[in-house]
């Protein structure tokens, strides 16, 4: 089902499909980063300046992290200081270490991100369980 948003940036109109916008990035200043599909182009929209189009955004965040079970896929992840809410039927690659930490790599850019149960314990449950279901193997 798509979810078509039109969204103000650099004096440019995009109409995107939310369902297809894999990650998006909460930043401690307020700015929320999202990648377009098919690229690696970030589209940054700050509360203070586009207060329409961050809302959009918002209001699409919360319906898909809410308790809906279509969409129990998405995850929240504190890494680097910012919130990262990424759908996990995205990633391709999962790299577990010895030491406990799963790696992976957010499409559509080339930024990776690192987890540990020891620091982010709900949101490594929540990619252990998603690995698990989604590929029949157990990352431990």
């Known amino acids: 089902m798509a979810y078509w948003v039109r969204i103000l940036y650099e004096r440019k109109e995009y109409v995107v499909d939310f369902e297809c916008v894999h990650a998006f990035c909460y930043e401690l200043n307020g700015r929320v980063t999202f990648w377009l599909p098919d690229s690696a182009i970030p589209i940054v929209i700050n509360p203070q300046s586009n207060l329409e189009d961050y809302q959009k955004i918002l209001n699409y965040l919360e319906s898909v992290t809410g308790l809906k079970l279509d969409h129990a896929h998405w995850v929240k992840i504190i890494y680097?200081?910012?919130?990262?809410?990424?759908?996990?039927?995205?990633?391709?690659?999962?790299?577990?270490?010895?030491?406990?930490r799963i790696t992976f790599w957010l499409p559509d850019g080339t930024i990776s991100i690192i987890i540990n149960p020891v620091s982010n314990p709900e949101s490594y449950q929540k990619v252990i369980q998603y690995v698990k279901k989604a590929t029949g193997y157990s990352l431990s």
């Open 80 to 100: 680097e200081k910012k919130e990262y809410v990424i759908n996990l039927n995205c990633i391709s690659c999962f790299c577990h270490e010895p030491n406990g």
